[in-house]
């Protein structure tokens, strides 16, 4: 039958000539909602309430494509939580409400499903694509990040696909996270064998749609944008980058979801570290980018949302720590307060024989400037009381660490008895550069639900001080110009145990975030290379404090504990 | 020429022949090593030592192959210590080592060596194959565990060559580990996409060698000879078992490495909890196996050697615990004293207010029947100076648990007084019933570098404790027969915070190790489903507090932590 092939032949050529033309007349036109929402983990209730609301105002708004980030009904990242039995259940009805709740409209939502093979792993990380109340199909994420803090290759099977979808006569290519970090080669310490973006590279994609979980880092938007622009100069489309925001356990998810316009313009940028339901309209768009945020004022925005979803998420309303008069409790005060309010924060003033006037002072105008409870309670008394009940089996020993530490010890007891006694969180105040060198107390000043700057280098708890006190002195300047001491010995300095901050900042940032060996930080630095070997011993020699300590809000590419797993007994070091 | 074409091929078939000839009259002859060792992780020096003297033997011994276990140059599990920079470059000049030190002998050694695509991960879990001083290849491990305690698909690609290797005119067949597990179907969650055993059946194989890492569980071994059988009996070639031994964080190795016969029969097992530098003379096998050791001897035994290793490995040599005359601490004193001798063992006994008399004289009675020190030192003093301290601030609240923390704060401090004052390690004594429900003091009872008995239920602690007194009565009858207690108020139980401890184990080792629903435990054990509901939201409740508690030794299926990735913050239960 030559003659209906022909036909149809024709047909769909016509239909692809007036196709190319109504783009090139009226442009890729869409309405597009990124629904950039904070979601808690095994949340299936609340998720799918924000889901469906955000799908009301989608059709309050008359959108064309709506778009989840990834895992958006379970929340990112569910970690074990996943392999429970009824889990992944409850993720199948929740995506059914969602899609009774599609009509009339396109909607790209991220969870995980079943893996229906049955070989592999278990699940699949996938977005479900939905069409006006019916369920089109999945796409499977392919790159499954396993390094630092990620572990999807413990729970999900790679996917084999890329479909395009059809939305408003538009092709739409739907890739998830990490699926387009694989194309320009490594991440971290993964090289990925398959890339989706060079599949979708040989169709004609009109918009490329990617559903993110990425979590924050210092300065980790400008990495986001020049990967996704990588990818749209290949695809020749626009790019809607859609992410979660929230903290859940140790990771912040900023928002920033953004728009690539086909040149690789980055048009508009979400809302950071709070839920924007952002429409583009692709026919009318303006680039409506400011000036770029501080990368300081970021950082302190990850940690206060850090803090606050811990809270809220956990049912959490008031905060106590130790105020010191030092600067590390100094920063976390202030971001406790700007997280829970001043009313919910309460500081504790622990003075022993060793603490000094100003200690005392500091921590007061401190308390004033922010207007939180102080209370001051002396350590003198238990002190003395565990002094004498040791006396008879120290006998003439030296005093060392150990009295320094009962004091630390003493100081984290009565803390946890106000968090006993009134429901209240005790933050943790110790900052990354004393945790690499385990200098802090285990169960002493490492006490705590939350540690809030436990992946801050020292020289940023200074920059971050800084940045607080830029509009007025919050933190008094006497905090930020004493030299450091933990004030359990007379006349004692940090520095008479560890390298000065600066130097100690440099390693621990060069090894711990850029793995690199003692010889080479040695060099870069032209500093001695057996100093430089013993800091990094005893980095490892401290693994067991860390292991015990806190969560922590992870706002570094590479943090302690999760993201950098070192065993406890080894001896490589 | 299709002469010489001829000739070669009548040579082949010649040769073929006659190797099947003498097989059939002589059997599949070969003297075997298998050194089942204790390795460090990261002890390059130490542990290439110990593979060299083990070379020296089978060259003594007139050994045909040599095999070692599985990363068996750097110890298992290495974790991220691979990624950093130089680890990979000593695995490298320590099999340079090995290799030369291999002249006339035939060696099979477990190593981490560099992809060299630079495609995918960056490493390979390798089997290096040497014959005479000469590195034939690798065999790249397929199936890389990424589940419970297992991140291998963090660090390593997925080999895809099954070579077969002639030692000795015998074709021999070389895994590693997880490679034999994938032929029955799924392990954990994981169904592989691909088996080794299945691509080695397509050959005739006259030996599989297993490299293994396969740490202990509670009545592993049957399931390992189990799996190796199914291999066998596919391949109808005996099998070589060679696991490692040892403690190396949680993990405790049992050993154990073990001969099947091409029938299926495992004919031989090397020594359990210990090194073996095991010999089989495969032309010369007689059954000799014993009566399979106790379940309960299993456990204590790898109880014993992961406190032994921890503290042999950590260059520590003496161990403190509080001895509360409790059934818990006097098991932990049993197995520290059988893993450091009772003079590496001191117990303190800390009374208070609340204390029982039998108490007392229940910690004096283990102490001397050990014959470990003992002090006694009533926390009275300190826990009086507390309240003085915190009553003008609780005023008329009632008493709770927070003055009961304050006490076994109070114990801990003390413990860790002289932790720090004379350089012994602190036991926590906690199991794994009160760890599902954080029915424990963070920072209390929960100090110390090691939790001996973290991975046993409650029932098991009572079995173990049998055990111990299973000879003469070591732990008094006393501590087994009296209803538990923490003595932190006048006349408490556990049973007043605690479900039975019958019903409390079942359920926490129902939904823990075998990841059932709460549904399923109330319908499965006739329980009442509101009761097995709130349980489970206790279990997950307290999971900030397992993080933060000392490495534990998993000697489960399922332990809780490195194992069971639960979110602190989440909304699931």
Request: proline content about 4%; glycine content about 6%.
């Amino acid at each position: 039958m030559p003659r209906a092939y022909f036909e149809v032949k024709t047909g769909a050529i016509l239909k692809k000539v007036l196709y190319d033309l109504k783009n090139r007349i009226l442009g890729v036109k869409m309405k597009i909602l990124a629904a950039q929402l904070n979601y808690t983990v095994g949340d299936f209730k609340g998720n799918t309430e924000k889901i469906l609301s955000a799908l009301q105002k989608a059709r309050d708004e008359k959108i064309d494509l709506v778009t989840f980030s990834e895992l958006a009904i379970c929340g990112y990242p569910p970690e074990d939580l996943l392999l429970q039995e009824g889990f992944i259940d409850e993720m199948e009805s929740a995506l059914q409400k969602i899609i009774n709740a599609s009509a009339d409209l396109f909607v790209i939502v991220g969870l995980a499903r079943k893996n229906p093979s049955k070989i592999g792993k278990p699940f699949f990380n996938s977005a479900a694509v939905i069409d006006n109340g019916a369920l089109l199909g999945f796409y499977d994420k392919w790159l499954l990040p396993t390094y630092d803090v990620f572990d999807e290759a413990r729970y999900f099977e790679s996917g084999n696909l890329v479909p395009l979808w059809e939305c408003k006569g538009k092709k739409i290519g739907v890739l998830i996270c990490e699926d387009i970090w694989g194309y320009e080669g490594g991440v971290d310490s993964s090289v990925y064998l398959k890339d989706p973006v060079e599949i979708l590279s040989h169709e004609k994609v009109d918009f490329l749609i990617n559903l993110s979980a990425s979590p924050y880092h210092f300065k980790k938007l400008s990495l986001r944008t020049q990967i996704c622009k990588r990818a749209v100069k290949t695809l020749n489309c626009p790019l809607i980058f859609c992410s979660q925001v929230g903290g859940n356990d140790q990771l912040v998810f900023d928002g920033q979801s953004f728009f690539v316009d086909a040149n690789s313009d980055v048009l508009s940028i979400a809302k950071g570290f709070e839920e924007d339901l952002k429409i583009w309209d692709t026919n009318n768009m303006k680039k409506e980018i400011g000036e770029p945020k501080e990368p300081l004022e970021e950082l302190f925005s990850a940690l206060v949302l850090g803090v606050k979803d811990y809270f809220y998420k956990n049912n959490f309303k008031k905060a106590c720590l130790g105020l010191s008069g030092g600067i590390d409790s100094a920063v976390v005060a202030c971001i406790a307060v700007k997280a829970l309010g001043n009313q919910n924060v309460e500081g504790i003033y622990m003075p022993s024989r060793y603490s000094s006037k100003s200690s005392e002072e500091d921590a007061k105008a401190l308390a004033d400037s922010l207007g939180i409870s102080l209370k001051e309670i002396s350590i003198e008394a238990p002190f003395e009381s565990y002094l004498n009940l040791l006396s008879p089996y120290f006998g003439k020993l030296p005093v060392d660490h150990t009295e320094e530490n009962v004091q630390a010890r003493i100081r984290g007891a009565i803390l946890m008895a106000f968090s006993n006694k009134f429901g209240s969180i005790v933050l943790s105040t110790s900052n990354k550069s004393e945790m690499a060198l385990g200098f802090a107390t285990l169960y002493g000043d490492l006490c705590g639900g939350l540690s809030v700057i436990s992946d801050l280098t020292k020289k940023q708890v200074y920059e971050i001080a800084h940045f607080i006190n830029l509009q007025k002195e919050i933190i008094p300047l006497s905090s930020l110009q004493k030299e450091p001491s933990a004030e359990l010995r007379h006349g004692q300095k940090d520095s008479d145990s560890l390298p000065s901050y600066d130097l100690l900042d440099v390693i621990v940032e060069s090894h711990v975030e850029f793995g690199k060996s003692a010889e080479t930080i040695a060099l870069e630095n032209q500093l001695d290379l057996c100093f430089v070997k013993d800091v990094l011993h005893r980095i490892y020699q401290a693994e067991y404090k860390r292991r015990q300590s806190p969560l922590g809000i992870r706002v570094s590419q590479k943090s302690f504990k999760d993201g950098r797993r070192i065993p406890i007994v080894q001896k490589w070091t």
